[in-house]
């Protein structure tokens, strides 16, 4: 079944990674990789990080050729920017006009794919202990206030949010940590509890030119998404889907957004 997708929309799928290995499942997954996939996969030394890029891997080809059907799931080829962010490679203009971008962490797989507009995801798990200690390194300094002023019960809440967020922007920039995480800024405690604000000192972007949401997907991660806003101002509509391995099925996600920008 081929998916469709508009310029106006960005779809973010979620995986969770069985818990158990399928031999024949996994065989066929294997079968779609490059011989640098495979190879890769056979360098992680726990089963469960093993099945995680498996499964990753497999889900983005299989994804992507529900979309573009005219190339085979074995046959995406990618490349990857001078900061190290891959994309499409296949020259197709059916391809060509894809983004995507993944996340991983814990059991969950985030793929966000949106048509010639830059996207970025990022999924953290939350079950853990928000790292706390961290947030005067890199989170800006209005940032790292706004936290510390927050009671400790909200304040691992907070620090997910704000780093998810980071990690979906530097991502959709395709530039990692080469933007300095601090340079940056969201203000979530502007008018309405809802709302992310976003602000920087970066002279190479315009902050209104990125949209954002905030979704809780479960009670153990937590997932941002950004956006690049469309030229014509209209606001995208965010699809929440849920797969599994090989798109053996598919289905509507109710992804919970707990936050999201206000409209430009």
Known sequence: MQLQID??????????????????GDAAIMALLTTEEREKHGRFHFARDR????M???????????YVPQVAPADWRFENNEYGRPRIANALPQAQRIRFNISHSASLVVAALAVEREVGVDVEHTARNAPLEVAGHFFSAKEAQA?????????PSRFWDLW???ESYIKARGMGLSIPLDRFSFDLDGSGSQAIGFGHALEDDD???????RLQPDDAHAVALCLERARDGREARILCLKATPLLASVEEFPGTVTRRSAAA
């Open 7 to 24: 310029a106006h929309e960005v779809h973010l799928w979620h995986l969770y990674v069985p818990e158990q290995d399928d031999p024949a």
């Open 51 to 54: 099945r995680r890029h498996l």
């Open 56 to 66: 990753t891997r497999g889900l983005i080809r299989s994804l992507l050729s529900r």
């Open 147 to 155: 936290l510390q002023q927050l009671p400790a019960a909200q304040q």
């Open 164 to 166: 998810t967020l980071k």
């Open 207 to 213: 902050a209104t030119g990125w949209q954002f949401w």
